[in-house]
């Protein structure tokens, strides 16, 4: 039986980063966390815009920018996670997001370094299910 699904629940884009240079995928290095993952947000405002938002994300967090237009995925994850306006868990949606850009990699304050994997390493690497399931379907999305 398929979970019932309302506009209401809760999302986070989850940004599949690849570099157009060598076609490596990009992941935050994190302290407090020995893997590296992707970068996830909420949807950006439709004051910011898409393109707009995730720019400005990719570009504060990671130095580079964005070549091209973001797509989405086909498919979105299911995930638990806390309604962003508070509440406890509930079913979620993990959207991925296919990312072409540009540059060299520099983290921010807040994460510890970039890593630039090709696909199987990624795979390999990530350390959950959902991970690998996000990851799969953004990475997809670069072929679509």
């Known amino acids: ?3 019932l699904v309302t ?3 809760p999302e986070r884009l989850i940004l599949v980063a ?3 240079e060598d076609g490596r995928f990009l992941f935050a290095r994190w302290g407090d966390w020995p893997h590296p993952t992707m970068i996830s947000t909420l949807p950006p405002s439709a004051h910011e815009g898409f ?3 995730v720019e400005s994300l990719l570009h504060g967090r990671m130095h580079v920018r964005v070549a091209g237009t973001p797509r989405l995925a086909a498919e979105r994850v299911p995930v638990r996670m806390a309604h962003p ?3 406890g868990p509930m079913l979620g ?3 991925p997001v296919a990312v072409e850009v540009t540059g060299e990699p520099a983290p921010d304050a807040l994460i ?3 890593a630039a994997l090709t696909l199987d390493e990624a795979l ?3 350390a959950t299910d959902v991970e690998r399931a996000a990851f799969r379907a953004g990475a997809s999305a670069f072929d679509a």
């Open 93 to 95: 949606w993990l959207q």
């Open 18 to 20: 690849r570099r157009v």
């Open 51 to 53: 393109v707009e938002g």
């Open 85 to 87: 306006r508070g509440g």
């Open 1 to 3: 039986m398929q979970p």
């Open 124 to 126: 390999d690497t990530l």
């Open 112 to 114: 510890e370094g970039v």
């Open 7 to 9: 506009p209401a629940d």
